[in-house]
């Protein structure tokens, strides 16, 4: 196990220097172009089809400069699901790191689906399987929000999402097929559960709740609105209960009492905090 440790440890270093470089290519070929305008860009051994720059920015650097989703694992082949891949920034990550990985990635989203099935091919990754479904409590189907970017999420009431999509041009009103992530949990286990899931992942992570012992290791990028915090406590009380050890960061603009949200119309969330869920120490 240590030796497989060192191992990744060691990727990770040698990475570092290469993604950031990759990083900054990518920031001057991007600069200046406008939002949700669709492009195609290469930098460093990555080739994206992107459906906004802004945002492609702003994975890339979560995901493989800052590395926030990454994690260390004793297999050779780690069993990772994928919630919410978008066009695939994670999966591509994941499988420069491990190569052998087994990976399932659900994106519900249409327009980020056909970018993901096309980065993956641009990038030589043939094995990671593609589920055009959105992460949910049940099986069915529901209505759904499409940025044109990466802030697409399921809503349930229809004046909130007539309200979302006059805020973009790009916007879309869609209907999704959803699938129920407990049941995926329930028979298999995985080393990394990833969501990403724009606000849906508190009644997500709650409806799993024991089938979360088959999660070795689990991130979470959580969409706070301030003035409902139920959600957040639902989650880490779940997380507790299954015996995780948890970590709550967070990233974008600070908020304390003397820097309050404005209750506004808005596509973005309040805070975006990372919960970081691991079973035993490594």
């Not at 980020?112 to 030589?124: E, G, I, P, S, W």
């Not at 049940?138 to 499409?146: A, H, K, L, Q, Y």
């Not at 603009?253 to 975006?272: C, G, M, R, S």
């Amino acid at each position: 196990m240590r030796s497989v440790l060192s191992v990744v440890r060691n990727r990770l270093r040698e990475r570092a220097n290469q993604d950031l470089t990759t990083y900054r290519e990518l920031q001057a070929k991007l600069a200046g172009v406008p939002r949700y305008r669709p492009g195609f860009v290469t930098a460093g051994n990555w080739q994206l089809h992107y459906p906004d720059a802004a945002s492609l920015l702003s994975a890339f650097d979560v995901v493989v400069v800052k590395r926030w989703n990454d994690f260390l694992c004793d297999q050779k082949a780690p069993v990772i699901l994928d919630g919410g891949a978008n066009i695939g920034i994670s999966a591509i990550h994941y499988k420069q790191l491990f190569p052998d990985a087994v990976i399932t990635s659900f994106e519900p989203d249409p327009r980020a689906c056909d970018l993901l099935r096309r980065n993956l091919a641009a990038n030589n990754i043939r094995d990671v399987e593609i589920v055009e479904k959105a992460l949910w409590t049940s099986n069915g189907r529901t209505n759904f929000f499409s940025e044109g970017a990466d802030a697409n999420r399921i809503v349930g009431e229809h004046d909130v999402i007539e309200q979302l999509t006059s805020l973009t041009p790009t916007a879309k009103h869609c209907d999704v097929e959803t699938v129920r992530l407990a049941d995926h949990l329930a028979s298999t286990r995985f080393d990394l559960l990833k969501l990403d899931i724009e606000g849906a992942e508190a009644d997500v992570i709650v409806d799993c709740g024991d089938t979360l012992r088959n999660v070795n290791n689990l991130v979470i990028e959580f969409h706070l609105t301030n003035s409902r915090p139920h959600g957040l406590a639902r989650t880490l009380q779940t997380l507790a209960d299954q015996e995780f050890h948890v970590s709550v960061c967070s990233y974008g603009p600070w908020v304390d009492l003397l820097h309050q949200t404005a209750n506004t119309p808005k596509i973005e969330f309040d805070q975006y905090l990372l919960i970081s869920a691991w079973r035993h120490p490594l």
